[in-house]
T-cell receptor
């Protein structure tokens, strides 16, 4: 079963705007990760946030984690057309090495 | 170049045939994984292997088989028992638990179509 649920399923914005995607999960976790997938390609790891962290930054990416609400958000600032892709959250679900992926948010950034 | 490769990129299968998808990595990773992705969907785990000569079923193992005879290779066979095999198949690997616990590195995928 899928643990992570992303919201929204699809998001369309203009270049330069910020994009926010949310992920909710059901059970306790060690960490939560975000991945990106360009159409027809494999996934690329973006960022990992541990359960004892609340916020993490990497370039134009900002991830937050609220373990009390079992939710995370991914913010992409100053978006570019090249950010167009699907974004997935994944949790470890305390099962040592296994990740559970959400359904993904399809982001479209229009130039 | 270090990385994870999958072949072929596209694969066509007739109903009733078994086909094998290749996955190779030269990252010296212990763990390897196979996922299935259907259009507009997330990834579902088929099989995974934490160490050579050992593997476990994932959430949707029925109709699939794997082997892990070498650390760098984890081939997936889609058997005729898999009723709806048309999908995008992704292989991934991950190092032993470390500072990057559970981060997975993905291959480019194989798109399988049943004719």
């Amino acid at each position: 079963s899928q643990q992570g649920e992303e919201d929204p399923q699809a998001l369309s914005i203009q270049e330069g705007e910020n994009a926010t995607m949310n992920c909710s999960y059901k059970t306790s976790i060690n960490n939560l990760q975000w991945y990106r997938q360009n159409s027809g390609r494999g996934l690329v790891h973006l960022i990992l946030i541990r359960s004892n962290e609340r916020e993490k930054h990497s370039g134009r990416l900002r991830v937050t984690l609220d373990t009390s609400k079992k939710s995370s958000s991914l913010l992409i600032t100053a978006s570019r057309a090249a950010d167009t892709a699907s974004y997935f959250c994944a949790t470890d679900n305390n099962q040592g090495g296994k990740l559970i992926f959400g359904q993904g948010t399809e982001l479209s950034v229009k130039p | 170049d270090g990385g994870i490769t999958q072949s072929p990129k596209y694969l066509f299968r007739k109903e009733g045939q078994n086909v094998t998808l290749s996955c190779e990595q030269n990252l010296n990773h212990d763990a390897m994984y196979w996922y299935r992705q259907d259009p507009g969907q997330g990834l579902r785990l088929i099989y995974y292997s934490q160490i050579v000569n050992d593997f476990q079923k994932g959430d949707i193992a029925e109709g699939y088989s794997v082997s892990r005879e070498k650390k760098e290779s984890f081939p997936l066979t889609v058997t005729s028992a898999q009723k709806n095999p048309t999908a995008f198949y992704l292989c991934a690997s991950s190092p032993p638990p470390s500072g990057k616990w559970d981060t997975q590195y993905f291959g480019p995928g194989t798109r399988l179509t049943v004719l």
